[in-house]
């Protein structure tokens, strides 16, 4: 068997005393797109803030590539490759384009990171236009797309993205996934989080379903489209197409 790019094996987490991610074990394959999905508060967030090290599990284990990584600083969790895109907005907005892009690359050097941004920007033309200008004079989309960028610039192995597609157009959301998927067939590994469950569901490899910090299913997402019954458990009355 192959060595999974992300493993959590029974997780344990949470804030100070109250456990959000209960015993939580799962696996993702290198180069895959999973979708973390379930309802709100079920800890989809808590799972990449755990991986991104931003909180310690209190038991259980985390491995990058088979390496344990549980407890590791951010900053050793960036130089392995992690990045991370929170949700909502994360952009200095009265910097400009290509100012965030440098804060994008503190911990690559200067030098290293002017080399990168022109490749960066090679998957967004518009952003690319609008390199002189203030972040918060973008779009939604092109804002998205512009923490996206900031994040390619460590040339992640690994990309956790919390719910992308607030605020955007259904026509943005689509060009947020292709690129997504263009990223993962080049051999990232995105563990993404969207209430646009249906949607991108199209452009993900597997989902996996929390529950109160547990995991309730864990199956390929052509399974879960498929599949009338889980169209109607996990994908409910108020998902958008
Ligand atoms: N910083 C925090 N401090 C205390 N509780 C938190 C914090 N962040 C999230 N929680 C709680 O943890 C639970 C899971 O949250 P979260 O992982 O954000 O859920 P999801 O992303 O699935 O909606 C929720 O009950 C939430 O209120
Ligand atoms: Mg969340």
Redesign the pocket.
Known sequence: MTTPCIEFKDVVAG?KD?M?LNDLSFSVPTGSITLLI?P???????VLKTLFGLLTPKQGHVYLNGEEITGSSQKDLLAKGIAFVPQGRNLFGQLSVYENLELGGITIGMKTTHERIPEVLEFFPRVKERMNSAASSLSGGEQKQLEIGRALLLRPKVLLIDEPSIGLSPIVVQDVFKLLRKLSDQGTTVLM?EQNVKSALKYSDDAIA?ESGRLVLHQSAAEILADPEMDRLFLGASVKV
């Not at 709100?40 to 808590?46: C, D, F, L």
């Open positions: 804030y109250f959000i379930g709100n508060g079920a800890g989809k967030s808590t989080v929390l």
